[in-house]
């Protein structure tokens, strides 16, 4: 049966509200106690499955040391047959009626672990970041807010998928705290600016998309190349600074509102893996260029959540709950556009969607939409309200693509914000 | 002796224009048709000297092979007091009255060779490419071409040194070609926007510097800790596409305008060597916030040449000569800023200075201000003239600082442009 066949069942038990059936077999990097050396993994159900203690044992046939090291790297340079060969041969390890890992249990005891006892580290080594801006809803709420409330989007917007460059150093995994940034600030009220910790700290709900294959300088990339050069994608916080942003970021874009921190899940889901969840994208009119023009389903039906958790709250609350369908460019899209001028990409380029908004005032990616700038706090239960994000509030987003009793999912990607040093 | 004393001599014959005397010695990454792996060597006069070399013969006490690799990274990370004893010992080695290489033939004709027969290579491993907007010549140029006449300069501009992400993986070393970008033009003329090959190509002449240690995420630099940081400094192109980033660049800046290529300089002179040339840079005024305030001379006095040849000459015309003193923005006040938000910097990042123009005009670092986008095109020798850069023409750029009696130079860096593909 095909890794993504709904019937396959593993001799793992999950759980049907489980990110992590059979069907998904995401990878990640990961360390225990026991053994503190990173390795590449695989999460099943509530396990993680050690990919180089399968390989050490000669149950998959790679390439020495590939999943002995610290990032998914090495293991993406080897291509889309490997990719999806290697996912096969996991998915048959783990098959109820497979007795290969099942029925060995010396390599059991020494290849999966409960997750809970397993450390997460970034699954890649992020060799570029680039950021995108490809919903039309955030675009139009943002103009709305900043530039022109009868007319929106900038003219460019509907004819690029307009993205810029962000800052690789400081992209980290779920779990990293995050100290609320300083930069220059001038408030409209101020004459000058002033420096210290920003006052309107923000997260941004995207999705991350790694590229696997590397393209060269000068050479651009046709619809179905792109596809095929993407590996996974990830749940992704960009973290915004909106004062330092307003100030900062004419003529030349975001910079320091930016750069202290990137948030991204653990776990990094295959796009073979999301291929039963493909979708129709928003109708793009007018109609792309033809170098971005898409044949059939270019998006994914993937549920996305973000909860709220103050030092005062017991439990997170959910403050919004959207879907990737809604981006009006794609991640090939994108991928194409990147390339187009002839920049060359590397296998572990990621690239941020831009913040998933939906069309309900219930479904924004960030709270500077959902507080409307401030004007409009967002209220959480127990009576607190939030214009922006406060030292010690955590932040949790989820995404998951459903199926007939399975979710393909991402886990999360948690960050609580520190004071300023 | 100081290695920066102006009375040291080498057993190297260097003649007084030479950019590389015993007072320099800049590092760069080179392979030879006998050896063909890349290693770091440094440039003496019209030879280059094969540090590796050196250190199997057991002249250099440093980690072993720190200089058998494709890149100076892993020597720029054992910190500024390893850069300073290893330049001084290297100095040692080539001075006139030291017999330790002069008079070991074997030895010299191993590891001295003439630059002429050595391929020159990309000399650092770019791990994140930041490209700043510091002239204010340059700034006030563009302000007016495409705002206002009047008040070209927008209102942060004094208060902070603008900046970008750039793409790294397309940071190249002299001698590459460069293909003619395509990309999004929408001339004001035009109602829609048409995908095609760049027809406003330009050069910036622009100082890059080259971050040689790292800082933490979430933590803020002195100007000290970021001058020590800085390991040297290089020439560098910031090819772009005009008509691409007219078009693109709202509201998030420039990106395939810049991405298809950015060449610099083989040889990277260190900052030390640079300490006799430190002069002041402008006056600022306002008074930068206190976070980016500089005591002493912040800048150095640097010459700086771009030449142009067309395939119908016979030899390069110069077309503008400018210097780097008259940058508003300093190197270590980039640094600073650009870690400020608590941005990590890792070892590898390259941070360009922005388009150095000086007051004059014919101190001006780019063709869209030489010809003032187009209008009053450049005339060249021979009749021809140029708005901006045609196929078949190739760019050089050089610069050095003036010693008494010697010059502490980069070399060039060479662009030809090729048809776009």
């Given amino acids: 049966m095909h890794p993504n066949d709904p019937h396959l069942r593993s001799f793992i038990d999950v759980k049907a509200d489980s990110d992590f059936p059979i069907q998904n077999l995401p990878y990640g990097v990961f360390s225990t106690a026991s053994d503190a050396s990173p390795r590449v993994g695989i999460a099943i159900g509530d396990y993680v499955l050690d990919l180089a203690a399968l390989q050490a044992a000669k149950l998959l046939d790679l390439p ?21 060969a290697t996912r096969a041969r996991i998915s048959e390890l783990l098959r109820h009626d497979n007795a290969e890992l099942r029925d060995n249990a010396a390599l059991r005891a020494k290849a999966l672990m409960p997750m809970r006892d397993a450390k997460l580290h970034l699954p890649l080594r992020v060799e570029g970041f680039t950021d995108f801006y490809s919903s ?38 779920s779990g990293t705290k995050i100290h609320r940034p300083h930069g220059q600030l001038k408030p409209p009220s101020a004459d000058v600016p002033s420096f210290g910790p920003c006052k309107r700290l923000d997260f941004e709900l995207e999705i991350g998309f790694v590229v696997g294959q590397p393209s060269a300088r000068g050479e651009m990339l046709s619809e179905q190349q792109a596809e095929q ?14 004062d330092i942003q307003q100030w900062e970021y004419v003529p030349l874009g975001p910079f320091q509102a930016k750069a202290f921190a990137t948030s991204i899940s653990p776990w990094i889901v295959t796009r073979e893996a999301l291929e039963p969840f493909r979708t129709h994208g928003p109708a793009q009119d007018p109609a792309p260029l033809p170098y971005l023009q898409q044949q059939g389903a270019n998006n994914y039906d993937m549920a996305l959540e973000v909860a709220l958790c103050t030092p005062k709250m017991t439990e ?4 919004s709950a959207t879907n990737f369908k809604y981006m009006y460019w794609s991640s090939v899209q994108q991928l194409v556009h990147h390339a187009s001028s002839g920049c060359a990409m590397s296998v572990g380029d990621l690239l941020g969607s831009g913040t998933v908004s939906g069309p309900e005032k219930d479904q924004l990616g960030s709270l500077l939409e959902l507080s409307w700038n401030g004007t409009q706090p967002v209220q959480l239960p ?40």
Same sequence: chains 1, 2.
């Avoid at 709305?144 to 800052?167: Q, S, V």
């Avoid at 993407?230 to 960009?238: P, V």
């Fill in 64 to 84: 020495d040391g590939v999943f002995a090291q610290p990032s998914i790297n090495a293991f993406m340079a080897l291509g889309p047959r490997v990719w999806s």
């Fill in 136 to 173: 039309k809803e955030h675009a139009s709420n943002v103009g709305a807010m900043f530039r022109d409330k009868t007319n929106p989007l900038l003219p460019n917007w509907l004819h690029i998928p307009i993205g810029y460059n962000g800052r690789a150093s400081t992209v980290v995994v």
């Fill in 229 to 242: 050069m993407i590996f996974g994608f990830t749940l992704l916080n960009d973290w915004s600074a909106r």
């Fill in 316 to 319: 997170a609350a959910r403050i």
């Fill in 382 to 421: 127990g009576g607190e309200q939030r214009g922006f994000l406060e030292d010690g509030d955590s932040l949790v987003m989820r995404g998951w693509c459903q199926g007939d009793g399975y979710r393909v999912g991402f886990g999360e990607v948690e960050g609580t914000v520190l004071a300023a040093k």
